[in-house]
């Protein structure tokens, strides 16, 4: 009997106890890791054909508008070439300036059709002759009314971001400006008739309102009564008989060609 115990005793010592199954917790890890993985590099290459074809985009643009710039540039039509906030002034444009009462410049070639203009505008007037108060301008100089228009916007309280999206508004950034064309002018009088008379007239000299207000969202400048810009007769009138501005003239012609 005892040798029956013993026997037994020794049977279970060579007995295995069946081992628990462990859960396969670091196949799962790098699962969930090689899944990360793929997500990310998606985003990232979502993201940068993005940004390439953006950037292909904005590329075009610029390159669009600097061609039709010099194609402007490389005709007689030196009057018609477009700056505005799209469309930069071409490199190396020096306009040949002369100087007009008040000690404002203008291209030379625009000064005898704006005096005249100015001389005619007396009547509309008070018999004062209108005065040009702001022709062309520097780089420096448009930086400056830029810088100084911003810091307005801040003073009131608006963001710094904010306060650069108002200036826009009312002054072109350095370098997209038709002041530094020479082809520009802001004009003073003595009574607000003055503005009347010359939108109604300036045509006929050559002249157009540039940014008249029902135009601000293709211009994109607000309504400045005192601006005036030199086309030519010919465009001028055609701009004012239609109603419309210089972007949408421009694009016709471009259209037409």
Known sequence: MKENIKTDSKRKQYIRRPQRKSFPWKWGMIMVLLIVVCV???ILLTRTKTEVISNHIQSAQVTENQVNNESIMNTTDWNLLLVNNENAIPDNYEPKLVEVSGGEKVDGRIYEPLMEMLEDAKEANLGQLPMVVSGYR??????????DKIAEFRREGNSKSEAKELAKKWVANPGYSEHQIGLAVDINGATYDLYFWLQENCYKYGFIFRYPGNKTDITGVAEEVWHYRYVGVEAATEIHERGICLEEYLEEKQMEQ
């Open 40 to 42: 990310a590099t998606i």
């Open 138 to 147: 520097t780089q420096e100089k448009q930086q400056k009314i830029m810088d």
